[in-house]
């Protein structure tokens, strides 16, 4: 939501729906270059979770589970559906769309501040914060 907000496309207000106000062409490609880094993203995510241990994955996914509300599967699928849309320019599928993309945030938020904590570093650690922030 953040990235969204800072890219200049305004978020509707609880109860207000996508569909009630027009985004520009621009807004969309924005929104829909966003969300394919998210979408990217997470997939690099899950891949490196696929790389370690059993107990290491279920952790991993557990807590992606936890913070982000539904189950990575179900966050690609969302997500696919999002940027076809915004690639579409089709405010009435957005409208449509249920993807908690503040639930996201939280995870990433939450990466954030473990990553603050277990990085001595601080190159590293300032390198990884900022990937998280983006």
């Not at 979408?39 to 936890?66: D, P």
């Not at 559906?81 to 599928?93: F, G, H, I």
Request: hydrophobic share 40%; net charge negative.
């Amino acid at each position: 939501m953040q990235a969204l907000t800072d890219a200049g496309i305004n978020i509707p207000e609880q109860g207000q729906t996508v569909g009630s106000r027009s985004l520009t062409p621009e807004q969309f490609e924005q929104a829909a270059a966003l969300c394919h880094s998210v979408r990217t993203t997470l997939a690099e995510q899950s891949a490196g979770w696929k790389e370690r241990s059993i107990f290491e994955q279920q952790w991993l996914i557990r807590a992606f589970c936890q913070k982000a509300s539904l189950p990575v599967d179900e966050w690609f699928r969302a997500l696919e559906r999002l940027e076809a849309a915004l690639r579409q320019q089709d405010s009435t599928a957005l409208a449509m769309i249920n993807a908690p993309l503040d639930r996201l945030a939280v995870y990433y938020d939450h990466l954030y501040e473990m990553a603050r904590g277990y990085v001595k570093d601080l190159v590293q650690r300032d390198e990884q914060l900022r990937i998280i922030r983006g």
